[in-house]
T-cell receptor
């Protein structure tokens, strides 16, 4: 079945450690996205990528980094510079990044807790 | 600036009642796209609908219907004969040229359906 997978589902990290969240899609979508969701809040865009080897900062990119070496994969690294990383992280993809086909489809999310 | 307002933070109804979730948007563009997503307790966002600004026809899909009114900049979502499985957080989103066709998200409305 086509879809988006995120791993792990739950992640615990000690303060000062970097951690990488995985996102893979087999939908053959060009665009991929990372969002952060805090309890009771909406979604905030961290990074997005419209094509391989290219990505742009979203609204809250500080303390995060990404790479897009393969069309299928868009990993997110939460660095020690992120002051408050405990949150629910959602990865999404869309067929294209422009006005057409830009409905986004989401993975199941990763819940990150910093201890 | 673009903005999406979901003024209802939480709605609680008894099963089988009809319920309408409000979404009001702001945009300077004449071409834009509106979306609704459902986030059940599991956390994964589920795409429900995408409408473009040139299509003002109301949409019906089973118990779900959407009322798009450009005159009031609203894109409301109605669930008819609600069921417990409809309990979720529902998000409205806007995409336009100003946002580089990224999604601008509302804060979400938490819908509770009581048996």
């Amino acid at each position: 079945d086509g879809g988006i997978t995120q791993s792990p589902k739950y992640l615990f990290r000690k303060e000062g450690q970097n951690v990488t969240l995985s996102c893979e899609q087999n939908l053959n979508h060009d665009a991929m996205y990372w969002y952060r969701q805090d309890p009771g809040q909406g979604l905030r865009l961290i990074y997005y990528s419209q094509i391989v080897n290219d990505f742009q900062k979203g609204d809250i990119a500080e303390g995060y980094s990404v790479s897009r070496e393969k069309k299928e994969s868009f990993p997110l690294t939460v660095t020690s510079a992120q002051k408050n990383p405990t949150a629910f992280y959602l990865c999404a993809s869309s067929r294209a990044g422009g006005p057409r086909y830009n409905e986004q489809f989401f993975g199941p999310g990763t819940r990150l807790t910093v201890l | 600036a673009q903005k999406v307002t979901q003024a209802q933070t939480e709605i609680s109804v008894v099963e089988k009642e009809d319920v309408t979730l409000d979404c009001v948007y702001e945009t300077r563009d004449t071409t834009y796209y509106l979306f609704w997503y459902k986030q059940p307790p599991s956390g994964e966002l589920v795409f429900l609908i995408r409408r473009n600004s040139f299509d003002e026809q109301n949409e019906i899909s089973g118990r779900y219907s959407w009322n798009f009114q450009k005159s009031t900049s609203s894109f409301n979502f109605t669930i008819t004969a609600s069921q417990v499985v409809d309990s979720a957080v529902y998000f409205c989103a806007l995409s336009d040229l100003d946002s580089n066709y990224q999604l601008i998200w509302g804060a979400g409305t938490k819908l509770i359906i009581k048996p």
